[in-house]
C-alpha cells in the first residue's frame, strides 16, 4: 500500500479520484461571511467504522487539485482526508499577487479560526457519512503549514492528537508565545528556502521548544520552498520572481510523507489494516 502511495506522491499531475475512494462536498459559512466548499475523502469501506480524520490545508493558491490529491493519496492509505476550504467564495488562483492577497486577508482573520470552522462543518459532515473520527490530525503545506501551527494554538486546538507542516512559513511570531498546551507538531523544513531564511526558522523553533511544544523537525538541507509540489518547477518558470524559491524535490518529498506517517502512528495510532 504504502509503495502505491509513493509513486501517487511523486506524480506530476494529479490522477482521477480512484474508483474505491468516494468524496463528499460540503459547504458552510466562514467568519469572513464568504461560503466554503470543503471535501471529504474517504474509502468505501470507512462508512460505519471508526477511523483515524486527517485535515488538508492547501498553499496559498487555494483549495485546488493539489491539496485534493494529497487528501486522496490519504484516502488510499486508509484515512478519511478531508482538504479545506480557506477562502470560500470558490477563489483558488494560479498567480502569486493574488494569492498573496487572499492569505494576507486570511491571515487577518484569523487562520486557525478559519481552519476550525471547516472542522466544525467536517464533524456534521462525517455524521451524515456514519463515520466516527478514531483520533484527528491536521496537515498543511506552505500557507497551509502555517495554518496548522496556528491551529494547534486555537479553540480547535484540543481535538487534535498532532499536526503537520510542510514547508510552512514560520518564524518566532507563529510560535507559541506562552506556555503551550496544544498537540504534537512536526515541521518539515527545506533548509535552503529562502522564504524561511535559518533566522526566521531559528526563531520559531527557538520560542517553540522555550513555549514546550512537543515538537519534531526534520530539516532537509539542499530544499526549497513548495519541495513537495510537483508542480513547483513549472510555477517557477511561469512566474519568475519564483525562481529559486520554490522546487520540487522527490527524495524530500518521500522522506517527509514516510516521518508523517510513522508521526501520526504514533500521535493517533495505526490503521487497522482489517
Sequence with gaps: MRRLLTAALLAATPAA?????????????????????????????AEGEEVPVIFVIPEWWGLNDYAKMRAEDLAHEGYVAIALDMYGGDRVTEDPGQAGQWAGAAQQVGLGVLAGAGI?????????LDIDADGMG????CFGGSTVVALAQSDWADRLDGVVSFHGGLSKD????????GPPMLILHGGADPLVPPDAFGGFVQQAVTAGVPLSIVNFPDAVHAFTNPGADAKAEEYPQLAGAIAFDEEATEVSFEVMFEFFEITIGELDDD
Excluded: K, R
Excluded at 479520484?17 to 460540503?26: N, S
Excluded at 491536521?138 to 503545506?141: H, N, S
Design 17 to 45: 479520484f480512484a474508483d474505491d475512494i468516494e468524496t463528499l462536498d460540503f459547504s458552510y459559512a466562514l467568519p469572513n461571511g464568504e461560503e466554503a466548499t470543503s471535501v471529504v475523502f474517504f474509502p468505501e469501506e
Design 120 to 128: 466544525d462543518a467536517a464533524e456534521a459532515a462525517l455524521d451524515d
Design 138 to 141: 491536521a496537515i498543511g503545506f
Design 174 to 181: 507563529s510560535a507559541p508565545q506562552g506556555d503551550y498546551a
